[in-house]
């Protein structure tokens, strides 16, 4: 639920026109004058390009981040399992008979699995800060002493 609100918001502050855009892209808005579908068609490409490698590895940081601060055991696993329904929300045919070249699949694939992995990295970073052992003051002045 975290990765989709997050991946909400993010869209919505860093891809304000991502709507309006998607609109056109599916056919729900009608396309304007012609001189202006260039521009529209190079919109949907930055567009495409800042949603798949800019909001999906953040949003991978943020429940990171989430999950390391709240997590006692295993952050990476539990960080890896929340973000598994975004990561398989486009998989309409199993791997090996997916309709598209091998290379094609790892691109369309790859921004998801950036993201478990930043979602990984951060949550275990997190998760040993908080938890790494402090030095008891009382066995350094002994030592010391």
């Given at each position: 639920?975290?990765?989709?609100?997050?991946?909400?918001?993010?869209?919505?502050?860093?891809?304000?026109?991502?709507?309006?855009?998607?609109?056109?892209?599916?056919?729900?808005?009608?396309?304007?004058?012609?001189?202006?579908?260039?521009?529209?068609?190079?919109?949907?490409?930055?567009?495409?390009?800042?949603?798949?490698?800019?909001?999906?590895?953040l949003?991978?940081v943020?429940?990171?981040?989430?999950?390391?601060?709240?997590?006692?055991?295993k952050?990476?696993?539990?960080?890896?399992?929340?973000?598994?329904?975004?990561?398989?929300?486009?998989?309409?045919y199993?791997?090996?008979?997916?309709?598209?070249p091998l290379?094609?699949?790892?691109?369309?694939?790859?921004?998801?699995?950036?993201?478990?992995?930043?979602?990984?990295?951060?949550?275990?970073?997190?998760?040993?800060?908080?938890?790494?052992?402090?030095?008891?003051m009382?066995?350094a002045?002994v030592t010391?002493?």
């Amino acid at each position: 639920m975290l990765s989709f609100v997050l991946a909400a918001v993010l869209t919505m502050t860093l891809a304000p026109d991502a709507g309006r855009l998607l609109g056109y892209q599916m056919g729900w808005i009608p396309l304007p004058a012609s001189p202006s579908r260039i521009e529209i068609a190079r919109q949907i490409s930055t567009n495409r390009f800042v949603v798949r490698w800019v909001i999906t590895p953040l949003v991978g940081v943020g429940v990171g981040l989430f999950v390391g601060l709240l997590q006692r055991s295993k952050p990476g696993l539990v960080a890896a399992i929340c973000l598994a329904p975004t990561t398989w929300k486009g998989s309409y045919y199993p791997i090996r008979f997916y309709p598209y070249p091998l290379i094609v699949r790892a691109q369309i694939v790859a921004p998801d699995f950036l993201s478990i992995l930043c979602a990984i990295l951060v949550a275990v970073g997190t998760w040993r800060l908080l938890n790494r052992k402090k030095p008891n003051m009382a066995e350094a002045t002994v030592t010391q002493g």
